[in-house]
Structure formats: structure tokens, C-alpha cells
């Protein structure tokens, strides 16, 4: 991939959503600025500059990236996506989005590039936006809500479970390292590390179903 990438968790902003299942994207954003704060090889820089998002700049998977998290609600992160393309000069196959979603259970990834947008509000905006679908998405897994509680606005709203959390920094930890492969070394090498991808707690339970 071309050294020129943003990199974009999707969330939203505000204490009052920190740690939510829709704000996974955000997360991740966060583990490759601690990583940059540690690795000093990074050189991780923030970028100021006017719109709604923070940026960051790196040297991470092989060059220079771009980290953003927009701070427009969810509905609208294709303003910030938008933006930093334009003045970056970012073609959208060089956009790679990180993203809860619905239809994989909690410790599964998965890496795609165009396709549908599965009712995501933030990947809509970003579609209609950029223009196109053709760009990178890395599905973190939520899991639907259980059937007797099925609203789907509440649970993606919700902060992840203590009993989730040991789950959620292994995909983070999982994901971090398949973004960097995706970017030094192509979308076939990163799928095959992320697409079998479990975490111990699931490993664990597939082990003693098969028992």
C-alpha cells in the first residue's frame, strides 16, 4: 500500500462514549498512539490543523501514515474522511476504516475492501462522501444484541462488559498487527493472519464443544 494511507477508527466523541462498542475503532486508533508514544522509531506527531478530527502522523507498516478519529458524530464521518483526503491527496483505495460490526461475534476480524456498508451509519457517510465504496474496512466484531433485547441503537451505545474486555484488547492487540502486515506486505497476507483469527476465551469454548 502506498505510503501515503489514512488510517481511520470511527466512533464517537465524548467521554460518555468511551469504551462503547461502536467507538472499537476509536480504541484501535488509541493502541497505535501508545505504540507510537513508546516506539520512538515512529516518530509520532499530532497535526494540527482546522476540522472536525484529530490527526496524527507516523512512520508505521513500512512509511508515513496518517491516524485520524473524526470528532463529528458517527453519522457524519465522511466530512472528516473527505476533508483529510483533499488536502492530503489520498486516493480511496489508500483509506483504511476500522469499525464495529454487527455481523461478526466478538473476536472475530475481517479485512475487505468496497462491498456494502451493512446499515453502518459512519461507512455510509463516508461512501456517499468519498464517492466511491472502494475502500479498505476492518470489521471488529460486536456480535448482535440477544433476541429478547434486540435494540440495536442501545447495544451498540453500550460500553463492552467487564466479562468482554480480556476479548477486546486481543483483537486490538490482533488487529494492530494485521494492519501493519495489510500495509507492508498486502491485503492476502493480512487476511490470512486475520480471517482465522480467535481469541482465547473462544478458543477455549471450541475446545470444549469438540470435547
Known sequence: MESNTL????????????????????????ALLALGEKRKSMRLETIDESGDYDLWK???GGGP????????????SGK???KICGRRGIEPDNVVVLHDELD????????????????????????????TPNFWRLRLGIGRPPADRPDVSGW???PFPD???????????????????????????AQQFLHPFR?????????????
Open 80 to 82: 472528516a474522511v473527505a
Open 163 to 189: 466479562s468482554d474486555l480480556a476479548d477486546v484488547a486481543e483483537v486490538t492487540k490482533a488487529t494492530v498487527k494485521g494492519l501493519d502486515l495489510l500495509l507492508r506486505r498486502g491485503s492476502g497476507v
Open 65 to 76: 501514515r496518517f491516524f485520524c478519529k473524526p470528532m463529528t458524530y458517527m453519522n457524519l
Open 104 to 131: 461478526l461475534p466478538l473476536g472475530r476480524i475481517k479485512l475487505k475492501k468496497g462491498g456494502g456498508n451493512n446499515g453502518h451509519n459512519g461507512l455510509e457517510d463516508i461512501q456517499q462522501r468519498l464517492g
Open 199 to 211: 481469541t482465547t476465551t473462544e478458543s477455549d469454548q471450541e475446545a470444549m464443544d469438540s470435547a
Open 156 to 158: 451498540v451505545l453500550a
Open 7 to 30: 488510517i481511520v477508527g470511527l466512533g464517537n466523541p465524548g467521554p460518555q462514549y468511551a469504551g462503547t462498542r461502536h467507538n472499537f475503532g476509536f480504541m484501535v486508533v488509541d
Open 58 to 60: 507516523a512512520q508505521y
